[in-house]
T-cell receptor
Framework: GAVVSQHPSWVICKSGTSVKIECRSLDFQATTMFWYRQFPKQSLMLMATSNEGSKATYEQGVEKDKFLINHASLTLSTLTVTSAHPEDSSFYIC?????????FGEGSWLTVV | RKEVEQDPGPFNVPEGATVAFNCTYSNSASQSFFWYRQDCRKEPKLLMSVYSSGNEDGRFTAQLNRASQYISLLIRDSKLSDSATYLCAVNSNTGNQFYFGTGTSLTVIP
């Protein structure tokens, strides 16, 4: 069964609005979760590392004010894409480590129109 | 230098062929190694872990070469259903950071 769950799977939003994506670890606590973005036919790109109870660590070139990450509990991390634009349309995936192995959420397809 | 380097391919092979992918890593202190499979428009899923002694699961064999700092994945008797992108992953020596290769695209042709 799923180890990491992500919601929603698909979301369409209007340009300028904000979208929140949730990532949950199932049956285990994850002090660290990871957020990725993947454009069609391209590789996974690590956006940020989400740390429970503290600020996220963002990769170079990722705007922290645009991609807000909150990791308020040991089983939930959220990514909010603020003031979304069409170029933010992408596949967003979270992951968490369990027993030294990375497991991915199902991913969220974001389309900004 | 990237933490993990992987040939993006694409690899197009006939059904029944044997195909191998390699992935090199830069940190000699890396502890854990994995292969993931990603189907089109889906999330990556763990295919197998890579142990120092090698790891075999049916038609799939994963190996680690610490001296040369690379891991490999061998697929024997390729099936059409093996068509996917294969990503390697390396866990840092601190255990908190995972690095992924860019993925190798495999298409098995009838």
């Amino acid at each position: 069964g799923a180890v990491v769950s992500q919601h929603p799977s698909w979301v369409i939003c209007k340009s300028g609005t904000s979208v929140k994506i949730e990532c949950r670890s199932l049956d285990f606590q994850a002090t660290t979760m990871f957020w990725y973005r993947q454009f069609p036919k391209q590789s996974l790109m690590l956006m940020a590392t989400s740390n429970e109870g503290s600020k996220a660590t963002y990769e170079q070139g990722v705007e922290k004010d645009k991609f807000l990450i909150n990791h308020a509990s040991l089983t939930l991390s959220t990514l909010t894409v603020t003031s979304a634009h069409p170029e933010d349309s992408s596949f967003y995936i979270c992951s968490a480590a369990r027993w030294n192995t990375i497991y991915f959420g199902e991913g969220s397809w974001l389309t900004v129109v | 230098r990237k933490e993990v380097e992987q040939d993006p391919g694409p690899f197009n092979v006939p059904e029944g062929a044997t195909v191998a992918f390699n992935c090199t890593y830069s940190n000699s202190a890396s502890q854990s190694f994995f292969w993931y499979r990603q189907d089109c428009r889906k999330e990556p899923k763990l295919l197998m872990s890579v142990y120092s002694s090698g790891n075999e699961d049916g038609r799939f064999t994963a190996q680690l070469n610490r001296a040369s700092q690379y891991i490999s994945l061998l697929i024997r008797d390729s099936k059409l259903s093996d068509s996917a992108t294969y990503l390697c992953a390396v866990n840092s020596n601190t255990g908190n950071q995972f690095y992924f290769g860019t993925g190798t695209s495999l298409t098995v042709i009838p």
